[in-house]
């Protein structure tokens, strides 16, 4: 009789340690998984900071028009809008389907190469730049 209470008091110290490793492993668990949602918030604003890295040199800044040009040719084709205003009072929103003028001043969509320009960027509520402003400043 004395070996089954050994044996019942080894299974016993067994299970209770057993209850202790899986309550611990489902402790670490529940912390890892909130590193993991943090760290994933972290990783999506890091992502969204670099993707806007290539517009800061628009953002509040003085250009000339040639980069005003620049500008609508390389980011229209990727579906951006670029709106321009002119000191003639034109205001011309881009997008990949119109284009600029830099050879006939009197055209409505003409962009002095020469000229300089005063540009800002917009962003919606989820921080995505949607436009890219110019507005002609001399």
Not at 82 to 107: A, H, K, R, W
């Amino acid at each position: 009789m004395n070996e089954n209470v050994q044996k019942s008091l080894v299974m016993g110290a067994s299970i209770m340690v057993t209850i202790g490793v899986i309550s611990i492993g489902l402790m670490i668990f529940g912390q890892g998984t909130g590193l993991v949602k943090e760290s994933s918030k972290n990783l999506v604003d890091i992502t969204q900071e670099l993707a806007n890295k290539k517009y800061i040199a628009y953002d509040d800044t003085v250009v000339s028009g040639s980069e005003v040009i620049n500008a609508i040719g390389l980011y229209t084709q990727k579906g951006q809008s670029i709106e321009v205003t002119t000191t003639m009072g034109n205001s011309v929103v881009y997008t990949s389907n119109n284009l600029y003028s830099n050879d006939n001043v009197t055209s409505g969509n003409y962009i002095n190469v020469g000229g300089m320009f005063k540009s800002s960027i917009t962003k919606n509520a989820n921080g995505v730049i949607t436009k890219i402003s110019f507005s002609q400043v001399g």
